[in-house]
């Protein structure tokens, strides 16, 4: 298994204010996933990271929002940009256990509430 | 398109019971995964059990088992003996082996087990 640390694992943010989520993994990983979650809701792919390229966003997720680094097989970042209210959720970072499979372990997660 | 539906938003049992949670998915494709995850409060989304579309039988995991329903498209988890510290949101999710690749959840099941 892998282990995936987030930071910050909560913080409260002013509206209009950018704040950068960082996801160390323990091991090397080609592909990480960030995922949000609303409060009570389900969870959200927002892109897939992989080093060396650009992330994919899913609908509805876009690059001017949601900037993503991948700069090693190990690190990545999600930026939630010019926050509202809206923005607050859990945001999950993930990695395949498996390509082949689909499975996923998860980070703790960095609880974010906007002012 | 990869949709999974969860129509119990909560459930309620005492300890030592057994409970059934429901999940059902739509798919066309014919090669895809299953899985249940635990997301217990405050703590990170764990790996419940994994089901493999291509096999019959059903997969376990110590006290917990599913109901794979392939015609039915009909995935449910049972937990067993029942535990205090299975408390916890169970997501359904699936995965397509090809398409789209991702992990897609259902909206989840908030299980409380009382003393």
């Known amino acids: 298994s892998a282990v995936i640390s987030q930071k910050p694992s909560r913080d409260i943010c002013q509206r209009g204010t950018s704040l950068t989520i960082q996801c160390q993994v323990d091991?090397?990983?080609?592909?990480m996933f960030w995922y949000r979650q609303q409060p009570g809701q389900s969870l959200t792919l927002i892109a897939t990271?992989?080093?060396?390229?650009?992330?994919?966003?899913e609908s509805g997720f876009v690059i001017d929002k949601f900037p993503i680094s991948r700069p090693n097989l190990t690190f990545s970042t999600l930026t939630v940009s010019n926050m509202s209210p809206e923005d607050s959720s859990i945001y999950l970072c993930?990695?395949?256990?498996?390509?082949?499979?689909?499975?996923?372990?998860f980070g703790e997660g960095s609880r974010l509430t906007v002012l | 398109a990869q949709t999974v539906t969860q129509s119990q938003p909560e459930m309620s049992v005492q300890e030592a019971e057994t409970v059934t949670l429901s999940c059902t998915y739509d798919?066309?494709?014919?090669?895809?995964?299953l899985f249940w995850y635990k997301q217990p409060p405050s703590r990170q989304m764990i790996l419940v059990i994994r089901q493999e579309a291509y096999k019959q039988q059903n997969a376990t995991e110590n006290r917990f088992s599913v109901n794979f329903q392939k015609a039915a498209k009909s995935f449910s988890l049972k937990i067993s003996d029942s535990q205090l510290g299975d408390t916890a949101m169970y997501f359904c999710a699936s995965y397509l082996a090809q398409g789209a690749q991702k992990l897609v959840f259902g909206q989840g099941t908030r299980l409380t087990i009382n003393p």
């Open positions: 990271a992989n080093q060396g390229s650009e992330a994919t966003y």
């Open positions: 993930s990695v395949a256990a498996s390509v082949n499979t689909g499975e996923l372990f």
């Open positions: 798919t066309s494709e014919s090669n895809y995964y």
């Open positions: 091991s090397q990983v080609t592909m």
